[in-house]
């Protein structure tokens, strides 16, 4: 059956067909971490949904270019830098590693691309778009000295979040902070500088300011994508206003429909609210890998709910993944060894076949859900006919095989320590040697080849640390 995935956009089922069937990559792109704090393990099930669903695609022989962007400029990490007393890049720098760390831990394949708002070529792509739409009459600059989008102008505002502007308008003008706006839903291109910008700014023809959340994600979309793209993702908080925004100005601009297909997750729950920094109700990584979890197991646990379900986080919860990896760990175990046994006695019957079936819930719309309760009853079979020794070597290996297959999306192997391969170390070598020449060219190159191989390396300040990656540079 074919691949199908429910869209935001029409609010239905709908048959994925790439937009380019000359199978050349899919364009992806999800909207990444706000590097003001470290991230909290509910921005992590949606990356973890975001993993899950490039990896289905790949194992449908897809090839996917991933861009996830990071936000290191906005409200909340210019507020951060400023209380911290310390330059923005510095700030934002030690989220932006810890989101990688926890991104690793968790399993997550690196996207293609992680481009930051506050780089040159992206700010400079932001403020042509802004022009762009100025001149289209759909942005406008305010007595604020702000630049607005003009929501009236686009028709199709509120399309994706099916939102009635009407009703927007009723609710009257009520931030005081919002009086030159033309109308109360026009979002911020632009923000003029103000003194609690420090030296957070950035010249342009409206004056010295900084972009507005939405525009970035446009701009680095369209940099690095191009017009348009296959799957846009994110959190469902995410819909309104981001994504309408984003929907507003990429179109604004190019005039061309900028999204295929929009999915988004539910959320990580606490107690029935949204796990939320907002609330306090959040657990970080590394707080869940102090009460002695593993990575892996948390992987799992904010894996197997289907996405558009919300996912109440309990240790209880935690405790039944382990409880559920433990089985998958035994019955690898034991498959691994009927598969040595080959001339062993023979088994009455062989036991059955894998089939296509978790693939096949994969391709419902993600059904994580159903696919893992057809491991588990293959598991519970398996394991019976294993105890009657009704399974043979070929049967053992075919369910070996299969896991295989499976585990490149679920991506659960159990932990261990790998040697690192020799190649991997003396690519790492040469890295270490052009860093010290200070040939930062030559070291990125290196650094995207060990990525290549499967292999992360990072910069501490006991020098570069190689660890096993996901994905390629
Ligand atoms: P932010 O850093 O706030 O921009 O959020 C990053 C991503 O995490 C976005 O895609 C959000 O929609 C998503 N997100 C935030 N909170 C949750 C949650 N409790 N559960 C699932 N996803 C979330
Ligand atoms: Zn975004």
């Known amino acids: 059956m074919a691949l199908r995935f429910f869209n935001t956009y029409s609010r239905e089922i709908e048959e994925f067909e790439p937009r380019d069937p000359a199978a050349r990559p899919i364009k992806m792109y999800t909207c990444g971490p706000t590097v003001y704090s470290r991230a909290h393990i509910g921005n992590f099930r949606a990356y973890i949904f975001e993993d899950l669903l490039q990896r289905h695609l790949e194992l449908r022989g897809y090839k996917v270019n991933r861009v996830m962007n990071i936000t290191d400029v906005e409200d909340k990490t210019i507020r951060g830098a400023r209380e911290a007393g310390v330059p923005l890049r510095k700030f934002t720098e030690q989220f932006k590693e810890a989101f990688f760390e926890d991104a690793r831990t968790l399993r997550i394949k690196r996207a293609n691309e992680h481009p930051a708002a506050t ?17 289209k009459g759909l942005a406008y600059q305010a007595d604020d000295k702000s630049v607005y989008f003009r929501i009236n102008k686009f028709p199709d505002y ?4 099916h939102f ?16 030159d706006k033309e109308h109360i839903g026009d979002f911020a291109l632009w923000k003029a500088w103000d003194e609690a910008d420090g030296d957070v700014k950035w010249d342009s023809q409206w004056g010295p300011g900084r972009p507005g959340w939405h525009i970035e994600c446009s701009a680095m979309s369209t940099a690095l994508l191009g017009d348009q793209i296959d799957i846009h993702c994110g959190g469902v908080d995410n819909i309104f206003p981001h994504h309408e925004a984003e929907i507003a100005q990429s179109e604004g601009v190019t ?32 707080d869940v890998l102090a009460k002695g979890y593993t990575g892996r197991e948390l992987r799992y646990a904010l894996l197997r709910v289907h996405y558009r379900v919300p996912l109440n986080f309990t240790w209880e919860g935690m405790e039944e993944s382990r409880q559920a990896l433990t089985r998958i760990d035994e019955w690898l175990a034991r498959l691994g060894e009927v598969e040595k046994k080959e001339n062993a006695q023979p088994p009455r019957l062989n036991a059955q076949r894998p089939t296509e079936a978790f693939e096949e819930a994969l391709d419902d719309d993600l059904n994580i ?8 009853e293959s598991i519970r079979e398996t394991n019976r006919a294993m105890d009657q020794n009704e399974m043979d070597a ?14 490149a999306v679920l991506d659960l192997e159990p932990e261990t320590d790998v040697a690192i391969p020799d190649e991997v170390a003396q ?3 040469q890295r270490e040697n052009a860093r010290r020449e200070k040939n930062w060219k030559r070291s990125d190159e ?14 501490t300040k006991d020098g570069q640390k190689l660890t096993r990656g996901a994905g390629s540079a």
């Open 427 to 429: 690519l790492a070598q």
């Open 446 to 459: 290196l650094r995207k080849q060990i990525l290549g191989l499967g292999w992360e390396v990072r910069d």
């Open 119 to 135: 780089d040159k070529r992206y700010i400079d792509r932001m403020i042509e778009m802004i022009s762009e739409l100025i001149s």
């Open 255 to 286: 005039g061309k429909k900028f999204v295929r297909y929009w999915l988004h997750c539910a959320h990580l729950l606490v107690d029935g609210q949204k796990m939320a920094k907002s609330l306090g109700n959040f657990y970080t990584v590394p």
């Open 394 to 407: 070929a049967s053992a290996r075919a369910w070996l095989d299969w896991w295989q297959r499976i585990n």
């Open 158 to 161: 509120g399309k994706l979040a």
């Open 369 to 376: 859900s159903a696919a893992l309760g057809f491991l588990f």
């Open 164 to 179: 009635d502007l009407t009703q927007l308008q009723s609710t009257g003008r009520v931030k005081h902070d919002e009086y």
